[in-house]
């Protein structure tokens, strides 16, 4: 205890740069209770340290806005970075490949978001030898042995809590007895990322209101899969009230409604992105909840040097969710979540300067 309040108190040393977030002790635990604190990051390293990061993929602004901050922040530190994406959360054995990679590639660390939780149990060892990792947004199994030996720490929120304040804010607008609203709930992968999480934190948030799910959609983040799910729904369903889901499914449904000459359907998203955040400032998507997918990459950055250089760390750590609509889109929260218009994904960062 006394070690971790050491730790605490060098990293919530106020100053120009703090910055608040959750630590949630005890850390990776289930029943962990998070903790406001302020985080100070580097501004210095001792060696260019080589650093590989690993995303499920890139076809989402979301893993974009996590790159750019990512990479803007090994940029400033003069660290090296190098990242590999697999594509989609199916390409589990095209992640497993790349990891593989990193190691032979002599990274000093490896940043992982993993493509799904329980894939890797047993299994680090082999494809990393002892390199150190640090889980990045996704979750994954802490029970195992094998990942409790290599994962030092961890950057993300609780998907939980992101799925469950969409749900509150609907179950706020319809309470029990103000009448049934039916839902299309789409939230993306039924197997892979958080899916699975964000799905009991909406539902949970629903239970005692007036909301329902008419049906539910399953398929992985890409535009032309969840268009698809779109036009099956409308085929389907004629009595929706509320399309809910990811990112991109309320990204398509914006489209899609003004296709099919619909306009008694609104949409609500689990998460944050460009297209999200266009659709909440034209009033066409009512509710967003935000992670700070940029402020959550330079935390990662900064989580993976700290241990690097033997520096005090906080082990388990997020940003703090922020609620928008169209009334409520703080500059600042959107500056810590969405990369820059002009961005494109970066997958070389090499003594302060970015290869594309």
């Not at 939780?117 to 060892?125: E, F, P």
């Not at 998907?159 to 007895?177: E, F, V």
Request: proline residues 5%; contains cysteine; hydrophobic residues 40%.
């Amino acid at each position: 205890m006394r070690i971790l309040f050491f730790i605490l108190m060098i990293l919530s040393t106020q100053s120009a740069f703090a910055l608040e977030v959750i630590s949630y002790q005890p850390p990776f635990q289930t029943d962990k209770k998070p903790t406001k604190i302020q985080y100070s990051f580097l501004t210095s390293v001792t060696k260019p340290w080589k650093v590989c990061a690993v995303y499920p993929h890139l076809k989402d602004s979301y893993w974009l806005s996590i790159n750019y901050g990512m990479v803007e922040q090994a940029k400033k530190l003069g660290i090296t970075l190098k990242v590999l994406e697999a594509g989609g959360y199916s390409n589990l054995a095209k992640q497993k490949s790349q990891l593989k990679a990193c190691h032979h590639w002599g990274a000093d660390a490896i940043i992982l978001g993993t493509v799904d939780a329980q894939a890797y149990n047993g299994k680090l060892s082999s494809l990393i030898g002892n390199t150190p990792v640090f889980l990045m947004t996704n979750n994954i199994d802490f029970t195992d042995p094998d990942i409790r030996q290599h994962v030092k720490a961890k950057v993300g929120v609780n998907w939980y809590d992101m799925g469950k304040a969409a749900g509150t804010y609907l179950a706020k607008l319809y309470p029990k007895g103000s009448g049934k609203v039916r839902i299309a709930w789409l939230p993306g992968p039924q197997l892979r990322g958080g899916t699975k999480s964000v799905t009991k934190g909406f539902k949970a948030a629903i239970a005692n209101s007036d909301i329902e799910i008419a049906t539910t959609l399953w398929d992985d983040n890409s535009k032309e899969l969840q268009r698809n799910l779109l036009q099956q729904l409308f085929t389907d369903y004629k009595n929706i009230d509320y399309i809910v889901g990811g990112a991109v499914a309320a990204e398509v449904a914006i489209s899609e409604l003004r296709t099919n000459h619909i306009t008694d359907i609104k949409i609500v998203s689990t998460y944050l992105s460009h297209g999200v955040y266009r659709g909440l400032r034209r009033h066409k998507i009512l509710f967003a909840p935000t992670d700070k997918m940029a402020e959550q990459a330079r935390l990662s950055i900064d989580q993976t040097v700290r241990y690097l250089e033997k520096k005090p760390m906080v082990l388990d750590i997020s940003p703090l969710i922020v609620d928008l609509t169209p009334q409520h889109l703080p500059a600042t929260v959107i500056r810590n979540s969405l990369s820059p218009a002009e961005f494109r994904p970066s997958f070389y960062v090499n003594d302060h300067h970015i290869s594309r």
